[in-house]
């Protein structure tokens, strides 16, 4: 499913004759993959107006270090109560008429013999939308640009995704991590390195910063597909939140950036270097226009050994 809508965002990018990294293909793919896990239908106009409305918010920055909410916030509530009537109304459907999708699933699932809530579905439902939306944005848009001045990456991509495709996306993850920040409440005073944090108090982790640490990376700056470390990245969290959509994450971004070195023929970057989003937690630029000798069609084979 995902190989074929990628193969679809770049027919349309080709059909056009130009290509935005970020507008045709980092952007559309995760929201269209988490819609279809959940068993939203993409086509629906009211699902695109309040999803628009939510997801600029999902991430507030004021929170991590502030502790109090971003302004805009009874605009975000709103956003997030229309989201939740959507998924209302998609749960009255699946359980009328369930089908193979995360949200009869989640009907159909059963703690200690009790069903889950619908309280407890709807909010799963907004969280893996929002978690799984922007992050992979991120990666794909970050991890382009980056191999972008690595042509000999994008070839080794291209040639031989098996052997490529998993180490590139781990270094791009440790070098440039679409979240950038965390945050924990402390609950009880505790000590951190010799630090006296008093109960009550917000911890701002920078898991970028942990990434580019030189005592645990080598040329910690320096983007190396070849590293054997660099999966040891902090960019999908540690303990007990972990992500849980991490291999979902890794699995978008590999087809995403093994189909880009197999379609698209001399990319190169129009505006360098492009404007980053203005989001202290969320990190990736906001277009990647670019020029290219030609899209290749979506006959193009998918070599032997892509993910
Ligand atoms: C490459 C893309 C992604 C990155 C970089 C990323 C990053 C993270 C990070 C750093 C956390 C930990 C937050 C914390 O400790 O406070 C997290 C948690 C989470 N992520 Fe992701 N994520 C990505 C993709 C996804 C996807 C595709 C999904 C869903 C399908 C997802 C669902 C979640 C959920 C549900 C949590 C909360 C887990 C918990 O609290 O137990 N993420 N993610």
Redo the contacts with the bound molecule.
């Keep these: 499913m995902i190989r074929e809508l990628i193969d679809d965002l770049l027919d349309e990018a080709a059909a056009r004759g130009d290509l935005d990294g970020v507008a045709d293909l980092a952007s559309p793919l995760?929201v269209t993959?988490?819609c279809r896990?959940l068993g939203v239908d993409t086509g629906e106009r009211d699902w695109y107006r309040t999803r628009s409305s939510m997801l600029g918010g999902a991430v507030d920055p004021y929170l991590a270090f502030l502790g109090v909410p971003a302004p805009g916030l009874a605009e975000r509530r709103r956003a997030e109560r229309e989201l939740d009537d959507f998924f209302r109304r998609l749960a009255d459907e699946r359980r009328r008429a369930p089908r193979d999708d995360m949200m009869s699933r989640l009907l159909a699932a059963e703690i200690d013999g009790a069903p889950l809530t619908e309280e407890e579905i709807v909010t799963?439902c907004r969280?893996?939308?929002?978690?799984?939306?922007e992050?992979?944005v991120?990666?794909?848009a970050n991890g382009l640009l980056t191999l972008l001045d690595h042509p000999g990456t994008l070839a080794a991509l291209r040639d031989d995704p098996a052997a490529t495709a998993p180490a590139v996306v781990e270094e791009l993850?440790r070098l440039q991590?679409?979240?950038q920040i965390?945050?924990?409440h402390a609950r009880e005073d505790m000590e951190v390195r010799g630090i006296r944090v008093p109960r009550g108090t917000t911890m701002v982790?920078l898991?970028a910063g942990a990434n580019r640490d030189p005592g645990a990376f080598g040329c910690p700056h320096r983007f190396d597909a070849a590293r054997d470390d660099a999966s040891r990245h902090?960019?999908?969290?540690?303990?007990?939140?972990?992500?849980?959509?991490?291999p979902?994450?890794?699995l978008?971004?590999e087809l995403a950036f093994v189909r880009f070195a197999q379609r698209v023929v001399g990319p190169r970057l129009v505006d360098a270097p492009p404007r980053y989003r203005p989001h202290i937690v969320l990190r990736g630029p906001e277009s990647l226009p670019m020029r290219t000798e030609a899209i290749l069609g979506r006959a193009t084979p998918w070599r032997s050994g892509s993910p």
């Design positions: 995760p993959v988490i896990v799963t969280l893996l939308l929002n978690a799984g939306h992050t992979t991120g990666l794909i993850l991590p679409p979240l965390v945050h924990r982790l898991l902090l960019s999908f969290g540690l303990g007990a939140h972990y992500c849980l959509g991490a979902l994450g890794r978008e971004a």
